[in-house]
């Protein structure tokens, strides 16, 4: 598939998906959204990919939706075509997906970000919801995500004030998983990618389905749910070979299936 405003690139079983709207400091329009989402969706099954990397440039992550594209519309046409609501499915795949940010994440681009399974920043990256700036608040997932990542208190620092909090500020509040020198950050994410694709895909993506459950469930039914989760893996072909390969002292040679 031809990409106008994405680039798809294959690094052995990661697939790197970077956002390539640089003069817009990778502002998340609809056609970026929709071949993210269309590349990733096509990625998710693929048995020869096990991790997708989301990245933008060094300058920005993402800025944001794209105010430009946004300015203009009104309730009925955000209603009637039901504005972002295709970046939630980019949430429903169940490949692990890792957002590498340098510079900007704000806005939609924050959000991007916090759909991922979990984030590796640069140094310099800089998080924020500055919508209260433009009159509007987060509109795909921010109030909610970035509040169950850093809870109340930060999160409604960040979106009543709009102000941006830095790399080592976001990995002390729990947005972020590590942080990395800049220049670095692209490559510590496919190296982490790399690790994750060496596993079973299909036990990588039920161990991201169970810690996905602990946002919707109980704790009872959370870890019951682990439960059954934990015994079918013992129908994949995987996990005999990697508990055979503990116990011959070799490394698990993982079929992914
Ligand atoms: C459209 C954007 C943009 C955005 C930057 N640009 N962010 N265009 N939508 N979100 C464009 C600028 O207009 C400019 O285009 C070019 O990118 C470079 O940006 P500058 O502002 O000149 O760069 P700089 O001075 O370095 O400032 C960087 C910045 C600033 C601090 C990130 O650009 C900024 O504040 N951007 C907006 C951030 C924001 O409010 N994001 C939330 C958006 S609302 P020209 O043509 O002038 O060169 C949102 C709602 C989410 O995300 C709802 C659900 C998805």
Redesign the pocket.
């Known amino acids: 598939t031809q990409y106008q405003n994405i680039l798809l690139e294959r690094h052995g079983r990661v697939a790197q998906l970077t956002l390539n709207r640089p ?3 990778n ?2 329009n609809k056609a970026t959204m929709d071949e993210l989402v269309a590349a990733a969706t096509e990625l998710d099954p693929d048995p020869e990919i096990g991790a997708i990397v989301i990245t933008g440039s060094a300058k ?1 992550f993402a ?6 594209e ?1 300015a203009a519309q009104d309730y009925m046409e955000m209603y009637a075509q039901d504005w ?1 609501r295709n ?1 939630e499915n980019l949430t429903r795949l169940r490949i692990p997906m890792i957002a590498a940010v340098s510079g ?1 994440a ?4 924050c ?1 991007l970000a916090m759909m991922c399974d979990f984030i590796i920043a640069g140094e310099n990256a800089k998080f924020g919801q ?2 209260i ?2 009159g ?1 608040l ?3 997932g ?1 109030s909610q995500r970035l509040t169950r990542a850093v809870g109340k208190a930060k999160a409604m620092d960040l979106i009543l004030t709009g102000r941006f909090m830095g790399a080592e500020e976001a990995e002390r509040s729990g947005l972020v998983a590590r942080v990395v020198p800049a220049e670095e950050v692209v490559a510590e994410a496919l190296k982490a990618a790399e690790v994750i694709a060496s596993k079973s895909k299909p036990v990588t993506m039920i161990a991201k389905e169970a810690v996905n459950a602990a946002f919707e469930m109980g704790l009872v039914q959370g870890v019951t749910y682990e439960r059954r989760l934990f015994h079918s893996v013992f129908a994949t072909e995987d996990q005999k070979e990697g508990m055979s390969a503990f116990v011959e002292k070799r490394t698990p040679d993982f079929k992914h299936r």
């Open positions: 003069e817009a400091l502002a998340l920005a800025a944001g939706a794209d105010i430009k946004m972002f970046w900007f704000l806005g939609g681009g959000e500055p919508e700036n433009l509007v987060p509109g795909m921010g």
